[in-house]
């Protein structure tokens, strides 16, 4: 038996179609949501992922600026756009593209964004705020992964959920996100010993890796929910996920590579957007 595909790419319209009328109704009240998105220097897969955000933006109604900085941009000259953004009214959320170049720190950049504008929660007061379950913003990828399989009717609780690779961006955030709805959480990561066997366990497996086909139909236990976070690409240049497609035969949901999580984490994006127009309009 095949797996059902999990369509992220028909989630996504169906969101974004909703974020679009509720930007409508906001723009009556004189509010118009607003994405800043910084890019620093010419990495060409950030390159991809801005231009897309910024299509996103268009399609949901939204305000946007984008700021293209060149890779000797300092520290310091990034900083300053960052905090002249947490000022601007036009502006709801900011986004730097991660990575910056070796001579920014990262963690200076993310902690220099007003939390109330952090829409990758990335900020420590927003991953602080996951941990204890009282949050506004959900890092994107995951929170794209929990509206996939809430389509599909598919619960947490008390289900074996193993999620593979240990990201502040998407293993540690996904891993609360599950742990919240009461799954039982193992995060695994590289030196996780016998790490088949702990995916064979798992009723939902989130693959989030990047490394292309790494989860093999060994790995998977027969009706298993497999989520593929993954975005590589192999040696043709094909972008594939980190599961075999094999598993397809094996699991009882499957995310495909792309058209799965993919679509669904700028989307989220875009939901992070609006809210924090909302909040900071006193809407919620
Ligand atoms: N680079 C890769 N993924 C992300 C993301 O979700 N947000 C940002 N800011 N940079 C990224």
């Not at 927003?126 to 389509?151: H, Q, R, S, W, Y």
């Not at 999620?163 to 540690?172: A, E, P, T």
Request: glycine letters at 8%; proline letters at 6%; one cysteine or more.
């Amino acid at each position: 038996m095949s797996a059902v595909r999990m369509d992220g790419k028909a989630l996504s319209a169906k969101v974004r179609s909703s974020i679009l009328a509720e930007t409508e109704q906001l723009k009556q009240q004189g509010i118009t949501p607003g994405l800043a998105v910084i890019i620093v220097g010419n990495d060409p897969a950030s390159e991809i992922y801005v231009r897309n955000k910024e299509k996103a933006c268009a399609e949901c109604g939204f305000y946007s600026e984008k700021y293209a900085l060149p890779a000797e941009t300092s520290q310091d000259e990034l900083l300053g756009l960052i905090d002249q953004l947490n000022h601007s009214p036009q502006i709801s959320g900011i986004l730097c593209q991660l990575p910056v170049p070796d001579h920014i720190s990262e963690q200076a950049v993310i902690n220099a964004i007003d939390p109330k504008k952090d829409v990758d929660a990335f900020h420590p007061v927003n991953v602080g705020k996951i941990m204890v379950g009282n949050f506004d913003f959900v890092p994107c990828t995951p929170a794209g992964v929990m509206e996939l399989i809430d389509e599909y009717q598919i619960d947490p609780k008390g289900k074996e959920c193993v999620v593979v690779g240990r990201s502040n961006i998407v293993g540690k955030p996904m891993s609360m996100l599950l742990l919240h709805r009461h799954g039982t959480v193992t995060m695994c990561h590289s030196r996780t010993q016998h790490l088949d066997e702990v995916c064979r366990r798992a009723d939902i497996l989130v693959a989030a890796v990047g490394k292309a086909g790494f989860i093999t139909p060994d790995m998977v236990k027969d009706g298993a929910v497999v989520i593929d976070v993954g975005i590589n690409r192999n040696a043709a240049g094909k972008v594939c996920g980190d599961v075999d497609p094999a598993v397809m035969e094996k699991a009882s949901f499957m995310t495909p590579v792309p058209g799965g999580a993919g679509p669904m984490t700028i989307t989220m994006l875009m939901k992070n957007t609006l809210k924090a127009a909302k909040l900071q309009h006193g809407l919620l």
